[in-house]
């Protein structure tokens, strides 16, 4: 193989470029994966505009992986040079009260710890990782499996913590359909019988909305909650369940503003808003009574598993637009202005 690879890093906060590296080996216990395609998070535009300190530099960034096992690093088993897989991204510790529930995602020793996050990710050749973070894919193309490690993931896992209040007839408001909520729409359309109710600022994202299986679509305005409302009816009635896949003032507002007595809110997306709680029934209220709050992250390796089965039986597909790694740099620059619908794809 040879020395060195192309990799797309952050080189300094801030800065992403594209850079020839050592490649990776296999250190016990790890795989040297081939890597077949990465999805373009927005978390990564978060991570490049976090304050310096906050994650490690350089570092290779790409948290969405698939790809083929290429090498196994010394004592791996059960794993051949070949095989298709996708990346479960969290490293947790193994040890905290959450990992050993398979929690992986509520760690309680390891802040954010994961591939592309604490340690390289997958916006290169080739990626050395724990041969434990492997699922196999079958036969999902690759540029499937990638966003369903994250942008298919994250929306699954904030379904499952809201499903007991998912019942049919109930309904719920999507906030964001970008890579994460266009996925979002198609698992609430694939596993429970509500409304959905879609929101965006963007018109074509409220038209793949409608493609991936929304029954309302909203577009994002002054006017976003009386819209919503109704559809939902007054309150104290109103959605049932609200994920949020933005994550700022504005949007966080509308959320509480819809969301009905006993309803639950998911607040997915990290885009540095603040929600204000004030545990009064007062007029008026900042949330409705009984109402609960989540944030979600991310999401288990067993919820993986279920989410790649709902890729291989067709009812989950990502909208991909593709490009390869040299054009990476300017896929996060089209995802930052608002260019990007469904989920950029990185092809080495
Ligand atoms: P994206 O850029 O693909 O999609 C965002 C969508 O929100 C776009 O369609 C955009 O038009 C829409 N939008 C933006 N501002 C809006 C507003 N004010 N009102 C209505 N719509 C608006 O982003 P993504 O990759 O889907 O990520 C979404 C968010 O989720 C990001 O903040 C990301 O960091 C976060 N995230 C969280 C987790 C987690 O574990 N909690 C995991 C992955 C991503
Ligand atoms: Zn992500
Ligand atoms: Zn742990």
Redesign the pocket.
């Known amino acids: 193989m040879e020395d060195d690879l192309r990799a797309v890093r952050m080189t300094a906060p801030g800065a992403l470029e594209q850079v020839e590296v050592p490649t990776p080996t296999a250190g016990p216990g790890e795989v040297l994966l081939a890597v077949g395609a990465v999805g373009v998070?927005?978390?990564d535009l978060?991570i490049l505009d976090a304050p310096p300190g906050l994650f490690p530099t350089p570092i290779t960034l790409g948290h969405e992986i698939a790809g083929t096992v290429h090498t196994l690093g010394a004592g791996v088993t059960g794993w051949s040079t070949g095989d298709p897989v996708a990346v479960y991204g969290i490293i947790g510790c193994g040890t905290c009260r959450g990992c050993l529930h398979g929690r992986e995602n509520e760690c309680r020793t390891v802040p954010p710890g994961g591939i592309g996050l604490s340690r390289d990710g997958g916006l290169a050749e080739y990626v050395a990782l724990p041969a434990s973070r492997l699922l196999h894919v079958g036969n999902l193309e690759l540029a499937q499996a990638a966003p369903l490690t994250?942008?298919g993931l994250?929306p699954y896992h904030a379904i499952e913590l809201a499903r007991p209040a998912l019942r049919p007839g109930t309904s719920c408001v999507v906030?964001?359909?970008?890579?994460?909520?266009h996925m979002a729409v198609q698992i609430l359309a694939a596993t429970t019988a509500v409304r959905i109710i879609a929101?965006?600022?963007?018109v074509a994202?409220l038209d793949l909305a409608t493609r991936m299986g929304a029954h309302h679509v909203v577009q994002?305005g002054p006017e976003t909650v009386e819209k919503i409302r109704e559809i939902v009816g007054p309150a104290p009635d109103g959605a049932d369940v609200v994920i949020d896949?933005?994550?700022?003032d504005?949007?966080l507002t509308t959320a509480r503003s819809v969301v009905s007595t006993g309803g639950r809110l998911l607040l997915?997306?990290?885009?540095g808003g603040t929600l204000p709680v004030r545990p009064v029934a007062d007029e008026p209220p900042t949330m409705p009574l009984e109402t609960s709050v989540v944030?979600?992250?991310?999401g288990t390796r067993a919820e993986l598993q279920e989410v790649i089965a709902l890729g291989r039986v067709g009812l989950l597909n990502a909208d991909v637009q593709i490009f390869p790694l040299d054009r990476a740099p300017e896929a996060y620059d089209l995802?930052r202005r608002?260019e990007?619908h469904g989920?950029a794809v990185i092809v080495p």
């Open positions: 998070c927005h978390s978060h994250d942008a994250t906030i964001g359909i970008g890579g994460l909520g929101v965006d600022s963007n994202a994002a896949c933005v994550g700022v504005p949007t997915v997306g990290l885009g944030i979600p992250f991310w995802l608002g990007i989920r």
